[in-house]
């Protein structure tokens, strides 16, 4: 019984999530909160169980006879609020602004070096991990650009969101976040084993990038040789796009400051030194304080990053309602017996890199957090009947990841497709002929690195 209610309770948040009849965060709170009264009912339990499990997926379980502690989602969900204030902020201040300034200089009129400036400038404006802003960004800075030398549009779209697909990957973006709260494993762990891989993926995509600027080389007929350029006029126009973005935001004299207590926190933070969550709470404050020392303009900052930290911060509280009913209510346990049951032994031992490829498509389509909280984390369970580890299972479900810049349900893809005058079907053709190598670097970097399990 427990088994189909936890596949009913799935299947209905997922319903809800797809056809957007519910937001992410009432999704993931009510849903779980109707389902376990119900399996509290049928279980013979007590009603208030449901709020200890609740309480539990949120905060932290104690195991009396270890006196382990299992932590819940707060840690990760102070990590996110924090982590997406502060680089909201370095973006505000003009952190990332002349990393993309040099690229768009160095590019000139060489279809190459424009191709590989976009993909630098798209790389480093990702960083923030937000998928809108970097679209934005590279659209206001490169569109002029293809467009006066004609270049491919269809090269801007897919190289603008290749890096996105890797960068989105960092303790501070969606999927980590999601996939870490989903499969209750330490956030900066995770991304410890992701590492390796994302800096494959960026090699692999620098080294696409390189053929599609050969390849618009040889269509145009450039010669490397030659001194055509574009002129400084169209340059400072680039270049403006990105100065007045927020101008009375920018704060150019503190920019060796603030790169210096980035680099500071991000050393701490790789090194394990300290927890992410305490990382960058103090960098929020310290760049707060650096950049905005009059109280009122710190506070009006705070209240215009809101919107871009609540309704992810909130929605990783809801994923711990969410957790916490699924596994406090034996419907986890349930379902991973169940699918276990009928898998062949066989292929149990090679369930990691399966369920990687065969998850890939679900990322793609499904809402990011349907996937993680609907699927991967029952499935987890089961592959922890074959021996694979929580940490392991999670990076296998981040593999999918090589595709999710094509999904349907991303709004901002729309608009960069409208941007680009390309239909969104062949935009995604593009892309999957020439980025398919993405999930094959990963499969085969974590496979070596034994962060997933052949």
């Known amino acids: 019984m427990l088994t189909i209610l936890g596949l009913a309770m799935i299947v209905v948040f997922i319903a809800l999530l797809a056809k957007k009849k519910l937001q992410v965060f009432v999704a993931l709170t009510l849903v779980p909160l109707v389902f376990g009264f119900i ?174 600027g050969l390849k618009e080389r040889k269509r145009l007929a450039f010669d490397p040789r030659s001194e055509a350029s574009v002129g400084p006029e169209h340059i400072a126009e680039m270049l403006q796009a990105i100065t007045d973005k927020d101008p009375h935001l920018k704060r150019p004299k503190l920019f060796w400051v603030n790169l210096a207590i980035t680099m500071v926190g991000l050393t701490l933070l790789i090194m394990d030194l300290a927890h992410g969550a305490v990382v960058f709470l103090l960098l929020s404050a310290i760049g707060l304080v650096i950049n905005f020392p009059n109280v009122d303009e710190a506070s009006t900052r705070i209240e215009e990053i809101a919107p871009d930290v609540l309704p992810t911060a909130i929605a990783t509280l809801g994923a711990g309602v969410f957790s916490g009913v699924l596994t406090g209510s034996g419907m986890a346990a349930a379902l991973a017996g169940s699918i276990a049951a009928i898998i062949p032994t066989a292929l149990g031992s090679h369930m990691a890199p399966v369920y990687a490829i065969i998850a890939t498509p679900a990322i793609t389509f499904l809402p990011q957090d349907a996937f993680y909280f609907g699927i991967a984390s029952v499935l987890s369970g089961v592959m922890g009947e074959f021996g694979i580890t929580p940490m392991q299972a999670a990076v296998a479900s981040m593999v999918g990841q090589s595709f999710r810049l094509i999904s349907p349900v991303i709004p901002a893809l729309y608009l960069l497709c409208g941007e680009t005058n390309q239909n969104f079907v062949s935009f995604q053709k593009k892309y999957l002929i020439w980025f398919w190598p993405i999930l094959v670097t990963y499969l085969v970097v974590y496979g070596l690195t034994g962060a997933m399990p052949y």
């Open 39 to 212: 399996a509290a009912a049928v279980g013979g339990h007590d009603l208030l169980d449901v709020f200890t499990w609740i309480q539990h997926g949120v905060f932290f379980k104690l195991n009396p006879e270890t006196g382990k502690v299992a932590w819940g989602v707060i840690a990760p969900a102070v990590t996110i609020l924090f982590s997406i204030f502060y680089f909201d902020l370095m973006l505000n201040v003009g952190l990332f602004d002349p990393v993309a300034k040099f690229f768009i200089k160095q590019a000139k009129g060489d279809p190459l070096k424009v191709v590989l400036s976009t993909v630098a400038v798209a790389s480093v404006v990702s960083l923030n991990g937000d998928t809108t802003t970097t679209i934005i960004i590279c659209l206001a800075a490169f569109r002029a650009l293809y467009q006066q030398l004609n270049l491919s549009m269809w090269v801007l779209a897919i190289i603008i969101v290749a890096p996105i697909g890797i960068w989105n990957q960092l303790p501070w973006g969606g999927p980590t976040i999601a996939a870490a709260a989903a499969l209750g494993v330490d956030l900066i762990a995770l991304f410890r084993h992701l590492l390796p891989g994302l800096l494959a993926a960026q090699v692999v995509v620098i080294i696409i990038a390189l053929r599609l």
